[in-house]
């Protein structure tokens, strides 16, 4: 990251802009760096300017606690500042938590993409997530980085003997050290649920994206997100799971920020 701005809270903010036209800002999704979503960047940038940073505490950017998701707010609302005041937001995984909650809180934003955001569509997932909510809190008031992670990929689906395998990987102690933002992505998750009072008061356009060869439960959600908003709507790709190639994603990003 090449730039830096300073967040209302005093938090500065590493950004990267590549491109020129129309703003659009990147929103990365739990344990990860803006890097996880800038191969975007690359089909975005021949006709947006495009904004790829790190969010508070990962990354090059700073943190400042007590941590609120009105603090990443804040943040974007910084970054748009900084980019003329106006923007479109794509946020993946449960950074489109954080992007739709940027538009609900009525920064300046044209419009959101957000692919496969994680929020449940019944009662049991919100069960889930509260039992992960006490567990995570618990490993990392302990200091247990690395319980927390392993926490996190479970409520992911990944098998034990995968978590077990990665613990072992060279990639480990990067994402213990990142662990703490754990708590960030979760608080901007909720209860875990569609956030549909929420949702409602968006007004501007909204494209909810799922991979086709993800869980139909994902598609529940991305439809859910596309109905409740004012002017949703939902696209499903083909042959795609939520870890999505750039290359796929992106025309369709293209299109949507372009129309």
């Given at each position: ?20 036209g ?59 500042e ?15 938590a ?24 019944h ?25 927390a ?66 869980p ?7 439809r ?36």
């Amino acid at each position: 990251m090449d730039k830096n701005i300073t967040s209302a809270d005093g938090t500065s903010i590493a950004y990267d802009i590549t491109g020129e036209g129309p703003a659009v800002i990147l929103i990365s999704g739990a344990m990860s760096t803006g890097g996880t979503v800038a191969p975007l960047a690359v089909p975005l940038s021949q006709g947006f300017r495009v904004v790829v940073y790190d969010r508070r505490g990962r990354g090059e950017s700073g943190d400042t606690a007590p941590y609120a998701v009105e603090r990443e707010v804040e943040d974007l609302a910084a970054l748009i500042e900084a980019v003329g005041g106006q923007a479109a937001l794509f946020g993946t995984s449960s950074g489109g938590a954080l992007a739709l909650e940027a538009a609900a809180s009525g920064l300046p934003v044209r419009q959101v993409a957000v692919y496969e955001t994680p929020f449940a569509v019944h009662e049991g997932g919100a069960k889930e997530r509260a039992e992960y909510t006490e567990r995570l809190t618990e490993a990392l008031a302990e200091g247990r980085r690395g319980d927390a992670v392993a926490l996190f990929l479970r409520l992911t689906g990944m098998a034990e003997q995968m978590i077990q395998g990665a613990r072992q990987s060279p990639m480990w102690p990067g994402m213990e050290t990142i662990a703490p933002s754990l708590a960030y992505d979760n608080a901007v998750m909720g209860d875990g649920l569609v956030p549909r009072d929420r949702l409602a008061s968006i007004t501007v356009p909204v494209l909810a994206v799922a991979g086709g060869a993800s869980p139909a439960w994902m598609h529940e959600a991305s439809r859910a997100v596309a109905d409740t908003v004012s002017e949703g709507a939902f696209l499903s790709l083909p042959g795609q799971t939520h870890k999505v190639e750039p290359e796929i994603l992106g025309p369709v990003l293209v299109e949507f920020f372009g129309a």
